[in-house]
DNA sequence: CCCCTATATTAGCGTTTACTAATATTTAGT
DNA sequence: ACTAAATATTAGTAAACGCTAATATAGGGG
């Protein structure tokens, strides 16, 4: 074993230590699937892929308690998968960009087969 | 805000709560997320997208330590993400099936733009 | 100006997670 | 059978995570 690790294997190796170039990073592209790998996130992603939801419909929605919830959307939202804007006392959320979109509906699509 | 609760988030509190049918559930599906969350897994899957490997260059391509990368490996396979043939001594693994290979070019594809 | 509603933030706590080091298991070659 | 290589497992530990409860902030209406 210890000998055969081919040039084939350091081609592997290099692409993933310069993957900043063809992926955002091995670390920045699996912080995306750490935020829907938390099922009550998943569940806000999901509510919020029917539309844009204020803080307490969310809550109402997922069964969440405000605090929680209010917590999950600030990391989403640094994460950039969810976008916030101010209508006078609320605050209503949304799906940040259509990628998020793209990457969850795929998932869901071929998740009914895992 | 208390009285607005209407019917359609009514219906989406709903769809969440029955997502056992129109998903493998908001759980299991978060699960695979979460499994792709992981750095580490993330290297091992991206190394497995190029072909079958053994765990020794798997251990190499990554950068990690043998039992590390083992651990993550029975993870991996208990969900079904990567499966294991054994080859005389050694193991190889391989992405258990086309669904993972589309989940994650799609969010490769995307998370340039993230 | 005060109060109420909506949301955010913080601190503390228990659980989960990933790592290391050590050990066990399995198989190949001699 | 013995030994060495490849992989798996286990126990212990430190860090990360998510939750709750309490508190803070901010806006709107009387």
């Excluded at 539309?51 to 209010?70: D, M, N, P, R, W």
């Excluded at 209508?87 to 699509?109: C, M, P, R, W």
């Amino acid at each position: 074993m210890v000998s055969c690790f081919t040039e084939k294997h350091e081609n592997i190796k290099l692409k993933l230590a310069n993957s900043e170039e063809y992926i955002g990073g091995v670390e920045s592209a699996s912080k995306i699937f750490a935020m829907l790998g938390e099922p009550v996130r998943m569940k806000i992603i999901l509510a919020l892929m029917e539309g844009e939801l204020c803080v307490y419909h969310i809550c109402e929605i997922t069964g969440g308690k405000q605090s929680a919830i209010s917590q999950h959307l600030r990391k989403l939202k640094d994460s950039h998968i969810v976008k916030a804007r101010k209508d006078g006392n609320q605050v209503l959320y949304s799906i940040a960009d259509d990628h998020i979109f793209s990457i969850v509906k795929t998932a869901l699509e071929h998740s009914k087969c895992l």
